[in-house]
């Protein structure tokens, strides 16, 4: 586990956006997705995936196998259960188990080649949604007393 600034940590989520989704597919995706009215038309679908992930605050680098979370005071604005804030130490809590969760998986199950492998973008989004939902509810179940 390494921190880095938010500007890096940026960096690193932009090239792994690059890596995962092809540009003209997101494109095709914020169309299809405006037509059913599921977002609005100008949606810069690129920029709002970057601006979801850099709110989750941390990121794991599969190649290099680290975790880095953000140096300093974390972005104010993360909720949970109805409270306007959480206390950071909880908040970085939850950041690195979530984080943990999400590299044990891809270094146990390889969830990256698997989702490179797929033939539709369906299928790829379906194994993206479960090792996102996996590690999320890793993390609430040990905020809870779960663990």
């Not at 949606?43 to 794991?60: C, G, H, M």
């Amino acid at each position: 586990m390494e921190t880095r600034s938010t500007e890096t940590i940026q960096t690193i989520l932009e090239k792994s956006l690059g890596e995962e989704y092809r540009k003209e597919n997101l494109q095709q995706q914020a169309r299809v997705y405006a037509r059913l009215g599921l977002l609005p038309e100008a949606t810069d679908l690129p920029k709002a995936l970057l601006e979801l992930r850099l709110f989750q605050q941390s990121v794991y680098d599969p190649r290099g196998k680290t975790i880095f979370l953000p140096q300093g005071p974390l972005k104010p604005g993360l909720t949970f259960l109805g409270r306007s804030s959480v206390p950071e130490e909880i908040t970085k809590q939850l950041l690195l188990i979530y984080a943990l969760s999400y590299s044990l998986q891809e270094q146990h199950f390889h969830w990256d080649e698997k989702i490179r492998n797929r033939n539709t973008e369906d299928s790829r989004l379906t194994l993206r949604a479960l090792r996102k939902g996996d590690a999320t509810l890793v993390a609430l179940a040990h905020l809870m007393g779960n663990p």
